[in-house]
C-alpha cells in the first residue's frame, strides 16, 4: 500500500529566506506525485506534480519539487519565502486500487509561516 | 467554467438531524471524491465514484452515503450526524489519465460543518 509522510506538522521561515518542506513516500510501483496549496479556508490547489522524465519538476509560484527515486523523497523548495506563502501543504501519491479507478493517498500536510 | 462547486458553505446540525452535501463538477471529469479534513489527520477519502453509475467507499464511510446522480453531481448524506463528523469536507473530480493529466484532483471551496 502506497504511504506518504510529511516531516514536520508546522514549518516557520523568515520572509526572503529558503523554504524547505519534506515528503517522503513508499509505493511498490513508480509513483505520480502531487503538491496542493491550500490557503486558509479555501480549497486545495495543484502547485506541481511529478510523472515521468525529468526528476526536477517547476510549479506555480516559484515552488519546484526534486523526485528522488533513491531517498523515496519528493521535497518542496523555494528559494526566496513570500508572506504570501504562509498556507498549509499537502503532498500526494496517485494509488490505483483497480477496476480503472485512481485515488490519491495524502500526507498529513505542513503548515508554513512566514515570518516578516 | 466554475469548476468543482459545493453547497451549502456552511452548516450547523443538531445531532440526530440529516442532510446532504452538495457536489457539482462542469470539467466532464469521470471520477469524483469527497474528503473530510480534520485538523494533523491531512485528507481522509470517504467515498468516491470512478465514473457515472459507480460508488465505492474510502477510508472513513462509516456513517455516510453517497449518490452519483449523474455525471456532474455527487452527493454526500449524513442521515444522523453525530458531533464526530463536525469537519470540513471536500468534494474533489479527476479527468480519466491521458492529454497530460496523470491522476490530479481538482478541489471545491468546501463545506463547514459542525454537528452539536
Known amino acids: 500500500a502506497q504511504s506518504v509522510t510529511q516531516l514536520g506538522s508546522h514549518v516557520s521561515v523568515s520572509e526572503g529566506a529558503l523554504v524547505l518542506l519534506r515528503c517522503n513516500y513508499s509505493?511498490?510501483?513508480?509513483?505520480?506525485l502531487f503538491w496542493y496549496v491550500q490557503y486558509p479556508n479555501q480549497g486545495l490547489q495543484l502547485l506541481l506534480k511529478?510523472?515521468?522524465?525529468?526528476?526536477l519538476v517547476k510549479g506555480i509560484n516559484g515552488f519546484e519539487a526534486e523526485f528522488k527515486k533513491s531517498e523515496t523523497s519528493f521535497h518542496l523548495t523555494k528559494p526566496s519565502a513570500h508572506m504570501s506563502d504562509a498556507a498549509e501543504y499537502f503532498c500526494?501519491?496517485?494509488?490505483?486500487?483497480?477496476?480503472?479507478?485512481?485515488?490519491?493517498?495524502f500526507g498529513k500536510g505542513t503548515k508554513l509561516s512566514v515570518i516578516p | 467554467n466554475a469548476g468543482v462547486t459545493q453547497t451549502p458553505k456552511f452548516q450547523v446540525l443538531k445531532t440526530g438531524q440529516s442532510m446532504t452535501l452538495q457536489c457539482a463538477q462542469d470539467?466532464?471529469?469521470?471520477?469524483m471524491y469527497w474528503y473530510r479534513q480534520d485538523p494533523g489527520m491531512g485528507l481522509r477519502l470517504i467515498y468516491y465514484?470512478?465514473?457515472?453509475?459507480?460508488?465505492d467507499k474510502g477510508e472513513v464511510p462509516n456513517g455516510y452515503n453517497v449518490s452519483r446522480l449523474n455525471k456532474r453531481e455527487f452527493s454526500l448524506r449524513l442521515e444522523s450526524a453525530a458531533p464526530s463528523q463536525t469537519s470540513v469536507y471536500f468534494c474533489?473530480?479527476?479527468?480519466?489519465?491521458?492529454?497530460?493529466?496523470?491522476?490530479?484532483?481538482?478541489f471545491g471551496p468546501g463545506t463547514r460543518l459542525t454537528v452539536l
Open positions: 474533489a473530480s479527476s479527468p480519466p489519465p491521458g492529454g497530460g493529466y496523470y491522476n490530479e484532483q481538482f
Open positions: 509505493s511498490s510501483v513508480p509513483p505520480y
Open positions: 511529478y510523472t515521468t522524465g525529468a526528476t
Open positions: 500526494a501519491v496517485s494509488i490505483s486500487p483497480g477496476a480503472g479507478s485512481y485515488q490519491l493517498t
Open positions: 470539467m466532464n471529469h469521470n471520477s
Open positions: 465514484s470512478a465514473s457515472e453509475g459507480t460508488t
